[in-house]
C-alpha cells in the first residue's frame, strides 16, 4: 500500500455566556454560584401564562461581536423554538434563532502559528437561552434554575482549521475580542466559553482523496481539552481509517466526549441523524429589526481588536510578535502601554517593564496589571528613569513594586530607597581599583584569557555592584574594567 497523508478538517461551535446583568427572557440576576434556585422566576420557571421579554442588551452586545467578526448583520430577525425535553428547561423548548440568525457570513483572524496569520470563516452567530443544570446523585437528581435563560451567543466557524494548535488559536483569539469588547467575561473557570469541534480527516491516497466520518467532541470548557482532544481525534480517526476504510456519508456522524483523566475521546452516541428538533416561530417574542441608526450605534462601540493592535505594535513601535501578543491580551494592558508611550516612553523599554516586573506583580496579586491602577505618566518616567541610566533595570522592579503599594512618584521612590545609580566616574574607578586589588586572582584569570576570563570579570564586576550595594552603573563599571584589564 502506498503512503498515506492526512489533514484534519475542524469546525467549531462556540457558545459565549454573555456579560449582561440579566437573563434573556426575564429580569432574573445573572450570578455564577448563588444558592440553588434563588435566581429564578415564573419566566424561568415555566410556569403557564407567563410572557418572556427580550433582554436588549444582549442583543446589541451579539451584534458588536457579529461586526468584529466580519459578519453581515441581519436587518431582520426572529426567535424561534428549539424542542428540548430535559428538566433543566422546563418550557419544553429552548428559545434560540433557527433560519435568520442575527450574524452571518464573517470571519475570524486568527495567529495559526507564531507571526502566521490565518483567516477562518464564521458561518454564523445567534443569539439564545441556557438550560439550568441537572445534578445526579446515587438517590436523586436535583435540577438549579438559576443558569436557565442565561443568553449565550453561539457561533459556528466553517470547517476551516487543520488542527488543534490552529482550533486553540481560534479559541483564544474569540476571548480576547469579546473581553476588548466588554461583552463577555469569558471565564473559562465559570463555562463562559464552551466548545464542541466538529473534526474529520481527508487522507490522501495516490492522488484519491477520503474523507473521515465526522465526529463532534461535547461540551469542552478549557482551551488544553480542546486542543488535546482535536489532534487525538485526527490522529484515532486516521488510525481508524487505515483499518476499516469507512468513510463520511450521510447518517454516519457521532457524538464523543473527552476523558481528560486518560487523554482520549470515547463514544457517546453512534450513527447521530439530523435532529428533528421541531423549530418554529415563537408566537410569544416580537422579531427583532435592526434599523439603520441602531447599527451605525453600535457600529461606532467598536475598539481596536487586539490582533491588529498587536500587528500594529510590532511595526510602529519594533516590538517582536511575542511581546505584542503579551501586551494586547487585555485590553486595559494595552491602553496603559498606549497611553504611557504617548507620555515618552520608549515602547521597548516600557515592554519589558510591563511584560516582565508588571505582570509577575500581577499574577502574584492575581489581578491583572491594568487593575493596579498606575499612572502613565508615572509608568512613562520610570521607564525614562532607565535610559536615562538613572536606575538600573531591578531597581526599576523594586520601584515599580513599591509605586503599585503606596501610589507614590518613582523619582521620590528612588531618593528614598537608596536607588539612584552611580554614575560618576572617579568615585567608581576608586571601587574598582580596589575590587582589582583585592582579588589578584580573577584579574590573572582575565588577563590570561580562555575559559575562566568571562567568569572573573563577572565575579569583579559583583565585588563593585557589592562594593556600592547594587548602585553601580553597570555601563560605567565596565568601560572602566575595560580600560584598565583591556
Ligand atoms: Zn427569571
Ligand atoms: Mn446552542
Not at 517582536?320 to 501578543?325: L, P, Q, T
Amino acid at each position: 500500500m502506498s503512503k498515506l497523508k492526512y489533514r484534519g478538517l475542524i469546525g467549531l461551535e462556540i457558545h459565549v455566556q454573555l456579560a449582561a446583568t440579566t437573563k434573556m427572557f426575564c429580569r432574573c440576576a445573572l450570578e455564577f454560584a448563588a444558592q440553588p434556585n434563588s435566581r429564578v422566576c415564573p419566566v424561568c420557571l415555566a410556569m403557564p401564562g407567563v410572557l418572556p421579554v427580550m433582554n436588549k442588551k444582549a442583543v446589541e452586545y451579539s451584534i458588536l461581536t457579529g461586526l468584529a467578526l466580519n459578519c453581515q448583520i441581519a436587518e431582520f430577525t426572529k426567535w424561534d423554538r428549539k424542542s428540548y425535553y430535559y428538566p433543566d428547561l422546563p418550557k419544553n423548548y429552548q428559545i434560540s434563532q433557527y433560519d435568520l440568525p442575527l450574524a452571518s457570513n464573517g470571519y475570524i483572524e486568527i495567529e495559526a502559528q507564531p507571526g502566521r496569520f490565518k483567516r477562518i470563516g464564521i458561518l454564523r452567530a445567534h443569539l439564545e437561552e441556557d438550560a439550568g443544570k441537572n445534578t445526579h446523585t446515587a438517590d436523586n437528581s436535583q435540577v438549579d434554575l438559576n443558569r436557565a435563560g442565561t443568553p449565550l451567543l453561539e457561533i459556528v466557524t466553517e470547517p476551516e482549521m487543520s488542527n488543534g494548535a490552529e482550533v486553540r488559536a481560534l479559541a483564544v483569539e474569540l476571548q480576547r475580542i469579546v473581553r476588548y469588547l466588554g461583552v463577555s467575561e469569558a471565564d473559562m473557570q465559570k463555562g463562559h466559553m464552551r466548545f464542541e469541534p466538529n473534526i474529520n480527516v481527508i487522507i490522501d491516497q495516490d492522488g484519491k482523496e477520503y474523507r473521515t466520518p465526522i465526529a463532534e467532541i461535547k461540551n469542552l470548557n478549557s482551551f488544553r481539552a480542546l486542543e488535546r482532544s482535536v489532534d487525538y481525534e485526527i490522529r484515532r480517526q486516521f488510525e481508524q481509517f487505515k483499518k476499516s476504510r469507512l468513510v463520511m456519508e450521510m447518517g454516519n456522524k457521532s457524538t464523543r466526549g473527552w476523558d481528560d483523566a486518560n487523554q482520549v475521546t470515547v463514544l457517546q452516541r453512534e450513527k447521530e441523524e439530523a435532529h428533528d428538533y421541531r423549530y418554529f416561530p415563537d408566537p410569544d417574542l416580537l422579531p427583532v429589526k435592526v434599523t439603520p441608526e441602531w447599527l451605525a450605534e453600535i457600529r461606532g462601540r467598536l475598539c481596536e481588536l487586539p490582533l491588529a493592535l498587536q500587528r500594529r505594535y510590532v511595526n510602529q513601535y519594533g516590538l517582536s510578535d511575542y511581546d505584542a501578543g503579551v501586551l494586547t491580551v487585555e485590553r486595559g494592558v494595552a491602553e496603559l502601554f498606549e497611553a504611557a508611550v504617548q507620555q515618552g516612553a520608549d515602547p521597548k523599554r516600557l515592554c519589558n517593564l510591563i511584560t516582565q516586573a508588571g505582570m509577575k506583580l500581577a499574577n502574584e496579586a492575581q489581578i491583572s496589571f491594568a487593575d493596579f491602577n498606575i499612572d502613565a505618566g508615572d509608568l512613562a518616567r520610570l521607564a525614562a528613569m532607565i535610559d536615562e541610566g538613572a536606575i538600573n533595570a531591578s531597581a526599576a522592579d523594586k520601584i515599580l513594586a513599591k509605586m503599585i503599594q503606596t501610589g507614590e512618584k518613582p523619582e521620590k521612590i528612588a531618593e528614598d530607597e537608596n536607588l539612584i545609580q552611580k554614575s560618576d566616574e572617579s568615585e567608581l574607578e576608586a571601587i574598582v581599583d580596589q575590587a582589582i586589588a583585592e582579588n589578584p586572582e580573577a584579574v590573572e584569570q582575565i588577563k590570561t584569557g580562555g575559559k575562566k576570563s568571562k567568569k572573573a570579570r563577572g565575579f569583579l564586576m559583583g565585588q563593585v555592584m557589592q562594593k556600592t550595594r547594587g548602585q553601580a552603573n553597570p555601563k560605567v563599571v565596565s568601560a572602566i574594567f575595560a580600560a584598565k584589564l583591556g
